[in-house]
């Protein structure tokens, strides 16, 4: 059992920056890779990006070249550095976590769900 607490969210002007973080407890050890997905609303749930445990990245069209998703092992915690926000970037946004040895782009892969925090781009 894993569970995943997230921090970071708010408001930002097109153009700014945030940081998300989520931090893990519990079987971190079986956690093969992390992910960060995102609901806009009236839209499912979709993938922004994810990390697995050997370094390979998949990234979303939508936020490649401005966002980064990074891990600190020691810390038990991952970040989404979202940079160049733009007001279409507004969603929901949900750390994951999956212990199958897969790059978990689909929502079938995750088995863990972090709370959810808002991110508001203003123009």
């Known amino acids: 059992q894993v569970q995943l607490v997230q921090s970071g969210g708010g408001l930002v002007q097109s153009g700014g920056s945030l940081r998300l973080s989520c931090t893990a407890s519990?079987?971190?050890?079986?956690?093969?890779?992390m992910a960060w997905y995102r609901q806009r609303p009236g839209k499912q749930r979709e993938l922004v990006a994810a990390l697995t445990r050997t370094g390979r990245t998949n990234y979303a069209g939508a936020v490649k070249g401005r966002f980064t998703i990074s891990r600190d092992s020691a810390k038990n915690t991952g970040y989404l550095q979202m940079n160049s926000l733009k007001p279409e970037d507004t969603a929901v946004y949900y750390c994951a976590a999956a212990s199958t040895p897969v790059v978990p782009t689909r929502l079938r892969d995750v088995d863990y769900w972090g709370q959810g925090t808002q991110v508001t781009v203003s123009s």
């Open positions: 519990g079987s971190v050890s079986t956690i093969y890779a």
